[in-house]
């Protein structure tokens, strides 16, 4: 499990001073792409060797509401990866009170230049085994 840090900005609040939810998706991918790079698989490497990984679907439960300055620490952990489908699971903490503020899933897969889907397993058996080596 990987651990990243986001500060909630002004701009992601909304009229009722509480964090819009799309923001959410985003610290998801912030953390995701944070996450990847640390264990070698860089979205930047990946599109680099013409590895593209789409979002295929995500989804979020909302436990509590973040506001501005919150310090919001993001669990990150590889649920399944097979060569072809990527589960990433996320957890949101508000650092203040160590309260859980949200739970969520992205499901990804991966395409090469041509956007055909591609088993990392055979096409590149590095990345496999780093993503394989970090489920939990």
């Known amino acids: 499990m990987n651990h990243y840090r986001h500060t909630v900005h002004y701009y992601e609040t909304d009229k009722m001073s509480i964090t819009h939810h799309s923001n959410y998706i985003r610290w998801m991918e912030e953390a995701r792409v944070y996450y990847l790079s640390q264990i070698g698989c860089g979205y930047d490497k990946m599109e680099d060797e013409g ?5 295929v679907s995500v989804s979020c439960s909302y436990k509590r509401s973040t506001t501005f300055a919150d310090e919001i ?3 990150v952990r ?7 489908k990527l589960i990433v699971e996320y957890e949101m903490i508000d650092l203040k009170d160590n309260s859980l503020v949200c739970t969520a899933q992205s499901e990804h897969c991966f395409l090469n230049s041509e956007n055909k889907p591609v088993n990392l397993k055979k096409l590149n058996p590095q990345y496999y085994e780093r993503l394989t080596a970090n489920i939990t």
């Not at 590889?78 to 072809?84: A, D, M, V």
């Open 73 to 75: 620490e993001i669990r």
């Open 78 to 84: 590889i649920k399944e990866f097979k060569g072809i």
């Open 51 to 55: 590895i593209v990984s789409p979002v």
